[in-house]
């Protein structure tokens, strides 16, 4: 699909309104990203959309409304490989704010080198069409997989969620942990029988897998809602599947700034939603705190 690429295209609300739950102390966001400020961080040529500035100042301040302590930001697309946009919302934040990068196959280990000084734990591998996703470099990003091993980076991938099928015999040859974005993007509306979701299941058996329970509002997205007041609950109810079923191996991220979406969510209904998918404290401090620290290697 054409866009103008002259027309800025509105991602977050700047308003959102106060959840009622009290986050736990050190509550991580696993999933964000920043967009700009253009003038400072100039968006790639090969994006699909250009989104308003979303900056680290936005970010922090959505943060602290939340009560969320630690971040994870994910480098954009809409910025490709040029991470500097990355470097420099981590450094305004150091040890607090971690981040994953998008990169080449073929990057230095120098350049590894150096980003993990930096702070970056992982490198993403999208497989989304809209995102100009190739699987056909899977092998490559497996080979890639070892030696990120030695850097102590781990491998995010963000796929069509029909995908998973072809995908998981490679993955599970990664030297790496391998942390699958958004539920494995599968629709929420299909229920937790479907073949998409049941796959995600069964590579979770397995501890070498993390998933992100974020995008509620993404594999449940049919906009305008069928219940305004409870909005998501398809989404809802796969996440608190998977952090039941594997506690230890989802992490919880807000998706902020919600690029390429059907709507604009509120960031506090989406903090409140953590009530039900974590509906123990016990839940709740595992996903937001215990292992995200283990995960990204966030200082207790």
Known sequence: MSQDLHT???TFNPHPSKPQLKLPQGATDAHVHVFGPQALFPFTPERHVTPKDAPKEALFAMHEMMGIERCVIVQ????????RVLEDAMK?????????ALLPTNVSDVELRRLA???????????????????????EIIALSH???????????HFQSHLIHELSAHFKKSAVPVVIDHMGRV???LGAEHADFAQLMKLLESPQFFVKVSGIDRVDSRFPFKNPAHPYQAGITLAKLLVKTYPHQCVWGSDWPHP????IPDDGVLVQALS???????????LLVNTPQALYGFKA
């Open 8 to 10: 800025l295209v509105e």
């Open 76 to 83: 954009s697309a809409v910025h490709g490989q040029d991470n």
């Open 92 to 100: 305004a934040r150091p040890g607090r704010y971690l981040g994953v």
């Open 117 to 139: 000084g930096l702070g970056v734990k992982g490198v993403r591998f999208n497989f989304m069409a809209h995102l100009g996703g190739n699987a056909n470099a899977i092998e």
């Open 147 to 157: 030696r990120l091993k030695d850097v102590g980076m781990h491998l995010q991938v």
């Open 187 to 189: 629709d929420a509306e």
């Open 260 to 263: 390429n979406h059907t709507h």
């Open 276 to 286: 039900q998918i974590a509906p123990t404290q016990e839940l709740l401090q595992g």
